[in-house]
């Protein structure tokens, strides 16, 4: 497919890529767009809704394109040209829809996410979490309370976008439920 300079630039600032790495890229949603196809014309996967179709596409990506992690919100907004909470429904959809296929993936993301945890300088029994997702927020609290309910949740830093509070006992129950 021919792309004008104009597109290409547009699509690696999409992709957070260079121009050259912009092939590798596209090889992976083409990866993605020829299982789409295929199983549609095995009759394995055939949507009569949009919303079922635009589901199983981010399954897709999230297997093909995006290294066995689940995307931010901000990224699936970008791809689908959808608004940021159109995209944290889509998300949630998803992991809920195909929560079996994507076991490996959401555990890979959440055991991710606690590794990224940082001990906050001002307040020694806090770790401090900065994840552009509230459905992987979601996921992880859901984690604490599989431990146990009375654990405290994780919740937003004051004056954050995406910052995010664990206190320490939440935070070494989830260090524990992943084996870290």
């Known amino acids: 497919m021919r792309l004008s300079k104009v597109e290409r630039v547009q699509l690696a600032a999409t992709f957070d890529c260079t121009d050259a790495e912009l092939p590798a890229q596209l090889k992976k949603f083409g990866e993605a767009s020829t299982e789409e196809y295929v199983r549609m014309i095995l009759g394995q996967r055939v949507f009569t809704r949009g919303q079922d179709m635009r589901e199983y596409r981010l399954f897709l990506l999230i297997l093909h394109v995006f290294?066995?992690?689940?995307?931010?919100?901000?990224?699936?907004s970008a791809l689908f040209q959808t608004t940021t909470t159109q995209s944290r429904g889509l998300l949630r959809a998803v992991m809920s829809k195909y929560q079996y296929e994507l076991q490996g993936v959401i555990r890979q993301t959440l055991e991710t996410s606690v590794k990224s945890a940082v001990a906050d300088p001002t307040a020694p029994d806090v770790w401090n979490i900065t994840i552009d997702s509230e459905n992987v927020i979601e996921a992880l609290n859901r984690e604490i309370a599989a431990v146990d309910g009375t654990l405290p949740q994780i919740s937003k830093a004051r004056g954050t976008v995406t910052t995010f509070e664990i206190q320490?006992?939440?935070?070494?129950?989830?260090k524990l439920r992943f084996g870290l």
Do not use: A, C, F, V
């Not at 290294?67 to 699936?76: F, K, S, Y």
């Not at 320490?168 to 989830?174: A, D, I, T």
């Open 168 to 174: 320490k006992s939440s935070y070494e129950q989830l």
């Open 67 to 76: 290294d066995g992690m689940l995307p931010d919100e901000r990224t699936i």
